[in-house]
């Protein structure tokens, strides 16, 4: 097969990357960490040759190389915005490196009066030419958050849970959602690691910041990413630590995490490991359900509804406990010749969940379960200044193989009391089944960059997706019914220019998105197989200008192609039911926007806004089906979406931080004809998409005061609101005027208090969501937890 024969032509492409490495010529260099404490990196140090051209900058962990040096001393020039520039003197000798490791001291000239800070990685991800975000996680390490919660509250991001912990959500920017939406652990697709690890079961102790971008995503994540895309990025300090935490609370909810590093300075080789584990009863109170009352009944089954009659009452949950549970452990080596990183790694992610509801509330289960497990290897590869000086390569290869089964087993209709009725069919309104699901997956990427000078560079990044789906009822036949493959390609290339004296900064790039399908689909009476490819280029640029050093404006374009997800195609065996016929959606994004930021004595301000525009063709969205109690992925000709946002932060010093963000955002059926046979308007043309807010906003509150009772310590309060405005659940164009259905204004409050002691050693939280317990309804008109409360216990070691 075609797709066959492409699959080994990439991978063969893989390897012969890899052994480039291996032929790699090394001279002599100098190389250190800039630091201005024990652990404490300095990036976007300027590290420089005296009396030369040659310099180079120190990256997020503080590191430095300068390579290409002839046998000699050297007087290497360090310095930083805010600290005391350095000069040592270093001699060089032929085939080997020497180490300058130095720690620059704060310019202690007028530190009283004003303070001066070097630019954050988050700043720099900000000043970007793409439309961007970047969150610094470190603020949020104390509480209960996970992933989910901490990115709902920024700018143009709306996150829809269907429930509690554990649940289905959809995840929005700037009005595309779903799968338009890719997410990655420092740069790796996360979905490779198994269908069990999700942004809303990731505890928030596991990142060190996290990137969004909106709309348009760099070439090296390598990405179909239409709609935007989430990084989130770990700790990459090359140093030991070791933190762990625990939470109780509200709901029986227990979340775990660990995350630590040993470093063996004689060898140099590092073992990581991370692992966290979440467990909730989920038995939270639902407000104004229906149940049944009367009736002949035999324990909990109702056996004759004579005299049985709906109430309208509060019930809790009672088949909704969730577990997940993941583990990851790499070893590998760092800063060697022939490698700056080369690191092999597995993992594994699993979970069982009870599901209490249909993709609506109304849809009442008491025995359907789900169970997951996933088992990976990787193998990830860099090196810098590869063969010649500003080449730098990165390799990344895993295998995986992710398996699920959902067991519906009883002919029984539930009701929110536990009571039920038997009926002729299975609680999700089909057969008894247990479903199995198999899908092994091989993924490689290759990303190559060449930096031609200070002004111009290049990268090119390419990669390789094959995965194979197998799925079957095993009550009824071992064998599988509905098998399927898909195969991904794509490949990027990005110019970057950096003019007036970095200034104007611009990125030209194209992609080619490869597709290769395989699947049956019923046809005149039977199943057959149908292979499909799907071919076609994308391209865009991004732009960014400083008119001041902290005043920017930027702009970017694309024009993108989103590839169908194995789920939409092949079903979830459980809500999504599979659509063999649905197609790529395409998208023309723009985004406009601009930044500026400025410091007076311990004051700090910065403020945001842009204004996006996408218009989306054969838009994917998901449109419930009553039959089947599912949803089902289906395209609509054209969809528009434009909006608005902004945010506003304010620092001061080290003990208040107050930031509010708000977000408009108009998505519109733009499709006019059902087909193209009619001449008449759809009823729909010009509504709304509906189940989708459109405005929204946040406002995050933090005081803290350092040396709390004793030197060391930080006792900090952190008050977060959230504000929803209400959106139609199903198109406005059908009912009556005051019949249609609706999700209501919500406004939100959370509360958390903090203590932290021995400089962050030992820490303790006590947090609050939903301060005011009201009713609060996302995803479908699911309604959310009341009121929770939860307890936290943190140990940090460096």
């Known amino acids: ?118 630019k954050t990685e988050t700043q720099v991800v900000k000043e970007q030419a793409f439309a961007a975000n970047a ?18 509250r920024s700018a143009g991001v709306r996150i829809r849970e269907q429930g509690g912990l554990g649940s289905n959500f959809n995840f929005s920017i700037n009005g595309l959602s779903g799968k338009a939406v890719k997410y990655f652990i420092d740069g790796v697709p996360m979905e490779i690691l198994g269908s069990a690890m999700s942004l809303n079961n990731i505890p928030v102790n596991i990142a060190e910041r996290i990137e969004v971008y909106k709309g348009v995503v760099p070439v090296q994540l390598g990405s179909d990413a239409m709609g935007g895309a989430v990084n989130v990025i770990t700790n990459q300090k090359q140093s030991n630590f070791l933190d762990i935490s625990h939470s109780y609370g509200s709901f029986n909810t227990h979340r775990s995490s660990l995350t630590g590093q040993y470093v063996h300075k004689p060898t140099g080789l590092i073992l990581k490991g991370t692992a966290f584990f979440n467990y909730s009863d989920n038995n939270y109170k639902m407000k104004g359900v229906e149940i049944l009352q009367g009736g002949t009944r035999r324990g909990d089954q109702i056996t004759d509804l004579t005299g049985a009659s ?14 997940s549970a993941m583990g990851q452990i790499e070893v590998g080596v760092t800063n060697k010749k022939w490698a700056d990183v080369l690191f092999a790694g597995f993992g594994y992610t699993g979970g069982t969940q009870d599901l209490q509801t249909g993709f609506e509330q109304t849809i009442v289960y008491g025995n359907v379960t789900r169970e997951s497990k996933a088992f990976s290897g990787n193998l990830r590869y860099k090196k810098t200044d590869l063969l010649t000086q500003g080449l730098d390569l990165s390799l990344f290869a895993s295998v995986t193989k992710d398996s699920y089964i959902t067991a519906d087993t009883l002919l029984r209709q539930y009701y929110w009391d536990g009571s039920w009725t038997a009926k002729g069919a299975s609680e999700m309104g089909s057969i008894k089944s247990v479903s199995h699901i198999n899908r092994p ?17 290049f990268n090119i990044n390419y990669i390789i997706d094959h995965l194979k789906n197998e799925s079957y009822n095993a009550l009824i036949s071992p064998d599988d019914d509905m098998p399927g493959v898909m195969n991904k390609q794509i490949l990027g290339v990005a110019y ?109 301000f910065f403020f945001e806004a842009a204004g996006f525009y996408r218009n989306a063709v054969d838009f994917i969205y998901p449109v419930p089906d009553q039959r089947s109690k599912a949803l089902k992925n289906e395209n609509k000709s054209s969809v528009r979406v434009t909006g608005f946002e902004a945010e506003f932060r304010y620092d001061y010093a080290d003990l208040l931080a107050f930031n509010i963000n708000a977000t408009y955002q108009n998505a519109v059926n733009m499709t006019k004809f059902g087909n193209t046979a009619s001449t008449t308007y759809e009823a729909t043309y010009k509504n709304k998409i509906p189940n989708q807010p459109w405005l929204f906003g946040n406002a995050n509150l933090t005081i803290g005061k350092s040396n709390v009772f004793g030197t060391g310590n930080r006792l900090q309060f952190n008050w977060f609101t959230q504000y929803v405005h209400w959106f139609y659940l199903t198109w406005e164009a059908f009912g009556n005027v005051n019949g249609k259905s609706t999700i209501p204004n919500q406004l939100i409050h959370n509360a958390s208090l903090s203590y932290s002691l021995h400089d962050g050693r030992y820490n303790i939280s006590a947090e609050c969501r939903n301060l005011t317990d009201d009713l609060a309804f996302d995803n479908f008109r699911l309604q959310k937890p009341g009121r929770a409360f939860s307890l936290k216990l943190r140990y940090f070691l460096k």
């Not at 260099?29 to 120190?58: H, W």
Request: net charge positive; hydrophobic share 35%.
């Open 310 to 323: 709906f109430v309208v009452t509060d019930a809790r949950r009672f088949h909704d406990k969730y577990r």
């Open 496 to 604: 970057q220019q950096e003019l007036l004296d970095k200034k104007w900064v611009n990125t030209f790039f194209a992609k080619y998105y490869g597709l290769g399908l395989e699947r049956k689909k019923y046809i005149e009476q039977a199943y057959r197989t149908v292979d499909t490819t799907f071919n076609n280029f994308g391209y865009g640029i991004a732009s960014r200008y400083k008119i001041l050093p902290d005043l920017g404006v930027k702009i970017s374009l694309e024009h993108a192609y989103r590839l169908q997800e194995v789920e939409e195609m092949f079903g979830d065996g459980l809500n999504i039911q599979p659509n063999p016929d649905l197609k790529p959606e395409s998208s023309d994004n723009v985004n406009v926007g601009a930044y500026y930021g400025f410091r007076n004595n311990k004051h700090r």
């Open 135 to 152: 969150i610094e996680t470190k603020q949020f390490a104390n509480t209960t958050a996970d992933l989910n919660q901490v990115l709902n």
């Open 1 to 118: 097969m075609h797709s066959r024969k492409s699959l080994r032509s990439g991978l063969l492409l893989f390897i012969i990357a890899l052994s480039c490495w291996a032929n790699a010529q090394n001279s002599p260099s100098i190389s250190g960490y800039i630091t201005t404490g024990p652990n404490a990196a300095l990036p976007g140090s300027s590290v420089s040759i005296k009396n030369s051209t040659i310099g180079t900058t120190s990256d997020a962990q503080g590191f430095f190389e300068i390579r290409d040096l002839k046998n000699g001393n050297y007087t290497v020039e360090i310095s930083a915005l805010g600290y005391l520039k350095v000069s040592q003197t270093v001699n060089v000798k032929a085939g080997k490196t020497a180490t300058l490791n130095v720690v620059l001291k704060e310019n202690q000239t007028n530190l009283n009066e004003v303070q001066v800070f070097g």
């Open 441 to 457: 997956r091989s993924f490689a990427r290759a990303n190559l960059s060449y930096t031609l000078n200070e002004r111009h560079s």
